[in-house]
């Protein structure tokens, strides 16, 4: 495995070296001989950041350590990157798909049609599926909330139910006029209100 180190402010001593390869090595048993590896190794302070990444044919795999120490930096950076190998090969490993749908598992019946009596002209059966819908259609529960600030109980002109619809910024506003009938203001999915006079 090709190593790449990087010392920000940091000197990689043979050490380290020796460390971070006995680690890489573990690795490739999971990741393969294929693959790159580049080690950053930083200094701030008093604490030590090591980030390494392995390049595979298709993913990377980059793990983050931080630590006073350097050698803990690296060995929790390589746990990181353990971890996500190992589970990318059981992902791989496993392959599991959601199933189709049921439309898609289930055959359709055929069902061949009998000629029509009375012609004289061979006629040949045509194949037809028949789609079977569910006795009983799956029904979502109406979610009701009761709210009364879309009601005006005082009667009111078009402009100020209009002006007051706009204030409440709902679809829907019921209001009296003058002459004490019911009308409904409703806001379509172009923007514009629409009157309605309930008999």
């Known amino acids: 495995m090709n190593v790449d180190y990087t010392g920000r402010q940091f000197e990689i001593t043979p050490k380290i070296r020796k460390e971070v390869e006995a680690g890489l090595a573990k690795l490739v048993k999971i990741v393969g001989e294929n693959s790159k590896s ?12 090591v980030e390494i990444t392995v390049s595979r044919r298709t993913r990377k795999l980059v793990g983050r350590g931080e630590s006073t120490d350097a050698f803990s930096a690296i060995a929790q950076a390589l746990e ?8 990318l090969n059981t992902r791989k490993r496993d392959g599991t798909r959601a199933e189709p749908p049921k439309w898609k598992q289930e055959a359709p019946e055929v069902v061949e049609l009998e000629p029509i009596a009375g ?8 194949p037809v599926v028949v789609h079977k819908f569910p006795a009983k259609p799956k029904m979502a529960e109406a979610h009701l909330v009761k709210t009364q600030d879309v009601v005006s109980l005082q009667p009111m002109t078009i402009e100020e139910a209009v002006k007051e619809c706009e ?11 003058k002459k004490n009938v019911w009308r409904v203001l409703h806001r379509r999915k172009d923007g514009k209100l629409e009157l309605i006079e309930v008999p």
């Open 119 to 126: 012609r004289t002209a061979a006629v040949t059966a045509v």
């Open 167 to 177: 204030f409440i910024d709902r679809g829907v506003f019921v209001f009296r006029d």
């Open 80 to 87: 990181h990157i353990e971890k996500q190998a190992l589970k």
């Open 38 to 49: 580049k080690v950053i190794i930083a200094a701030e302070k008093q604490r030590r950041l």
